[in-house]
């Protein structure tokens, strides 16, 4: 009579439990087999937990790096526009065009900085978030459309002006319906107000002393030509912000750029998209976005409305002028 095969006498031992656990190589080859299946299970779980919150940090970083793209465009654009920018200036010398674009570039540049420095801040307090609209370089020809367009809306906003003549009235109009001014150096010429540190003290009590006389108001706010992190000053920028906090004068700079000074041709529309854009991705209560009230910017007071509407039609959102109570936005920060 035939012996019963290996794996029924395996499974009646199974059955009678007489020890095999402990003593069958086959079983315990079996138990390990097991055992490690279920490991690859929930290592394979993990894994997949693990890879759906790189997707989420990779979407972050896409949307980071397609802001700096945008900004590296800006940038080869003002290089590649600096002709335009002296055609542009009609009744400016080709130096002031020159210059102009200059500012530009060094400008769109801080936009980098700013992304880098300011893009999110996590510790922000949920709430209404406060927004200011700041115009540099004025006053312009466009400034007039600008105050109209301000004052159709009800909005109150802030212009770091320049030192110039024939816009007298400009300047006091910015005062009269209640916006705030604020310093951009007289000249803008960055030669001479970045030399040292006695040509920008110069440069700002020259405008100072003009923006007095012309509209009572002693301005204590300054925004820096290409801002504080710019690199066209010969000046270490601390030492700027040192003698403007020793004159308790603060400085702004932004977190919002319209992108209207990359010196190209800058349709409303993409004007608008980028402002929009960066108010929805930023995460901070105070939001400074710069514009520019500058010759040859039509397309910045084109804008204007749309982003106006759009950000009135946000329900957590306020349009403010700066004054002593904002927060300040800054690039750079001296703390003495
Ligand atoms: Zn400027």
């Not at 039509?298 to 004054?323: F, G, H, N, R, Y």
Request: glycine share 6%.
């Amino acid at each position: 009579m035939r012996s019963p095969p290996a794996w029924a006498y395996f499974l009646l031992r199974v059955v009678r439990n007489d020890g095999i656990l402990m003593q069958d190589d086959k079983y315990k080859k079996l138990i390990a087999v097991m055992v490690c299946v279920g490991c690859i299970c929930v290592l394979s779980v993990f894994c997949s937990l693990l890879q759906l919150q790189n997707m989420k940090h990779m979407e972050n970083r896409m949307t980071f790096m397609e802001n700096m793209l945008l900004a590296m465009n800006r940038i080869e654009a003002g290089n590649r526009s600096a002709e335009e920018v002296i055609r542009m200036n009609a009744d400016g010398s080709m130096e002031a065009g020159q210059q102009s674009a200059e500012a530009d570039v060094v400008e769109v540049e801080q936009d980098i900085n700013m992304s880098a420095a300011l893009g999110k801040n996590a510790e922000e307090e949920e709430g209404i978030i406060k927004i200011y609209l700041t115009f540099d370089d004025g006053p312009s020809i466009y400034t007039d459309d600008i105050l109209d367009i301000l004052d159709k809306y009800g909005v109150k906003a802030t212009f770091f002006v320049n030192g110039k003549e024939g816009y007298e009235e400009q300047y006091r109009r910015i005062v009269a319906e209640g916006h705030t001014l604020g310093m951009h150096s007289y000249s803008h010429d960055y030669s001479k107000v970045y030399a040292d540190l006695d040509s920008f003290a110069d440069d700002m009590y020259t405008l100072q002393t003009y923006l007095y006389e012309l509209t009572g108001v002693e301005c204590e706010l300054y925004r820096f030509p290409g801002g504080s992190s710019n690199n066209a000053s010969k000046i270490d920028m601390t030492r700027c912000i040192q003698y403007l906090n020793a004159k308790g004068i603060r400085y702004f700079d932004w977190n919002v750029s319209s992108g209207d000074a990359s010196g190209g041709y800058k349709s409303a529309d993409t004007i608008a998209l980028n402002v929009m854009s960066q108010i929805k991705a930023l995460d901070a209560d105070t939001m400074v976005v710069l514009f520019h009230d500058a010759s040859g910017k039509s397309t910045t007071v084109e804008a204007l409305p749309m982003i106006i509407e759009k950000i009135q039609a946000m329900d957590d959102t306020e349009l403010l002028p700066i004054t002593d109570d904002t927060q300040p936005i800054q690039h750079i920060s001296v703390h003495e």
